[in-house]
């Protein structure tokens, strides 16, 4: 049972790529959630699913795009790479919302944009 | 809309000192509130959480939180303190009428010295 596994741990862009960050989990969870995690920030909500093929807009969704076709995985995608876009992203998951259970966070993917 | 504040960027405290944690949250609805501990270079773990009943919420590690609904507060404590809980400690609220957008607040850095 690995939880949520997120790859890559590190990334390094130049402005303007593209690249997907991979979010995985095996514990059948319905809900899961993409967040950005910058200094003096907190964590903020970028997106998230209350189940395959159902996405919803978090608090600073632009420049993001998700999807969810299996309940297992839920990537994140940046079309074309910001410096603003330089963060911690982390993915979690839970059986239900926040609310009900737990929610698993993966390690975390540090991302910078030069 | 919700907000969570954390007044306290940082808390050095000695080792075997009580430590509290303040946490203030706003929200025009009833809300759901957590509290989050980040162990250096890992994801985010659930500490407590307060859903209903009693206000006084015992949560793992030792630690507390009271729900204090007229001053819209939940703040952590813990009466003695070890080094292992150096960490960053995160707030949050999930609103009543929202049960997936978990808001967190800026987070508090915990240091314990011996």
């Known amino acids: 049972n690995a939880g949520v596994t997120q790859t890559p741990k590190f990334q390094v862009l130049k402005t303007g790529q593209s690249m997907t960050l991979q979010c995985a989990q095996d514990m059948n969870h319905e809900y899961m959630s993409w967040y950005r995690q910058d200094p003096g920030m907190g964590l903020r909500l970028i997106h998230y699913s209350v189940g395959a093929g159902i996405t919803d807009q ?32 982390f993915c979690a998951s839970s059986r239900q919302g926040p609310k ?5 966070f993966g390690q975390g993917t540090r991302l910078t944009v030069v | 809309a919700q907000s969570v504040t954390q007044l306290d960027s940082q808390v050095p405290v000695f080792e075997e000192a ?3 944690l303040r946490c203030n949250y706003s929200s025009s609805v009833s809300v759901y509130l957590f509290w989050y501990v980040q162990y250096p270079n890992q994801g985010l773990q659930l500490l407590l959480k307060y859903l209903s009943g009693s206000t006084l919420v015992k949560g793992i590690n030792g ?3 009271e729900f204090n609904k007229s001053q819209t507060s939940f703040h952590l404590r813990k009466p003695s303190v070890h080094i292992s809980d150096t960490a960053e400690y995160f707030c949050a609220v999930l609103s009543m009428d929202s049960s997936y957008k978990l808001i967190f607040g800026s987070g508090t850095r915990l240091l314990v010295r011996p």
């Open chain 1, 100 to 104: 009900n259970t737990e929610a698993f």
């Open chain 1, 58 to 89: 978090g608090e600073v969704p632009n420049g993001y795009n998700v999807s969810r076709s299996t309940t297992e995985d839920f990537p994140l995608r940046l079309l074309s790479a910001a410096p603003s876009q330089t963060s911690v992203y």
């Open chain 2, 18 to 20: 009580p430590v509290e």
């Open chain 2, 63 to 65: 630690f507390e939180a």
